[in-house]
Nanobody, 117 residues
């Protein structure tokens, strides 16, 4: 099982980006999915999470600007980031609880988001 994140880049403050994360491999289903980020010199933090049913949770700093969503049929996770600010600069990682013979937690490799004028 692999998670592959994409969509990062260098953008100016105020613009939007959409991150994607594709799950591939052999498994039965995906339970909770999450986006984490790690800014330079800081610990990794949970940005947003979404259950299979679509219930979401956000860290306070992104509420109203970021939207997490998923496509269960396509095994995809998304993060729409609006009004990006320099403090959003980080490596963003997708994370998921995936059910095969067991439920295991998987991490994708990060995608870099840099917000700078």
């Amino acid at each position: 099982v692999q998670l592959q994140a994409s969509g990062g880049g260098l953008v100016q403050p105020g613009v939007s980006l959409r991150l994607s994360c594709a799950a591939s491999g052999s498994f039965f289903s995906i339970n909770d999915m999450r986006w984490y980020r790690q800014a330079p010199g800081k610990e990794r933090e949970l940005v947003a999470s979404i259950t299979r049913a679509g219930n979401t949770i956000y860290v306070d700093s992104v509420k109203g600007r970021f939207t997490i969503s998923r496509d269960n049929a396509m095994n995809m996770l998304y993060l729409l980031m609006n009004n990006l600010q320099p403090e959003d600069t980080a490596v963003y990682y997708c994370n998921a609880d995936i059910r095969g013979s067991l439920i295991m937690n998987y991490w994708g490799k990060g995608t870099h988001v840099t917000v700078s004028s």
